[in-house]
């Protein structure tokens, strides 16, 4: 079992930059492959990035590709969202999920663990 909580979130303006931080519970984080998800309001959640257990690989949505960078710290059990030039299209609530096993996934559906979210606003 592993506690998602998420922080940072927030309103900023068009090309600035927020860092989403998401602490988990349990003394087996990194065993836990973790994403970054968001949803929009009248969309579904959708993939944002996603990061193995030992962070050496990662995989990301094409429109956030070289602007969102995903990290973890394995000894803060702390799982990380860097959004620079962020757009009004980034608006969403971003969810922390975290799934067993070492392959990276897309699928919402393969995330077994979930935080409450944090709201991200970006004004034009």
């Known amino acids: 079992q592993v506690q998602l909580v998420e922080s940072g979130g927030g309103l900023v303006q068009a090309g600035g930059s927020l860092r989403l931080s998401c602490a988990a519970s349990?003394?087996?984080?990194?065993?836990?492959?973790m994403g970054w998800f968001r949803q929009a309001p009248g969309k579904e959640r959708e993939f944002v990035a996603a990061?193995?257990?030992?962070?050496?690989?990662?995989d990301y949505q094409d429109s956030v590709k070289g602007r969102f960078t995903i990290s973890r710290e394995n000894a803060k059990n702390t799982v990380y969202l860097q959004m620079n030039s962020l757009k009004p299209e980034d608006t969403a609530v971003y969810f922390c999920?975290?799934?067993?096993?070492?392959?990276?996934?897309?699928?919402?559906?393969?995330?077994?663990?979930w935080g409450q979210g944090t709201q991200v606003t970006v004004s034009s």
């Open positions: 999920a975290a799934k067993t096993g070492i392959f990276l996934e897309r699928s919402r559906l393969a995330f077994g663990y």
């Open positions: 349990g003394r087996t984080f990194s065993s836990y492959t």
């Open positions: 990061v193995t257990g030992n962070g050496g690989t990662t």
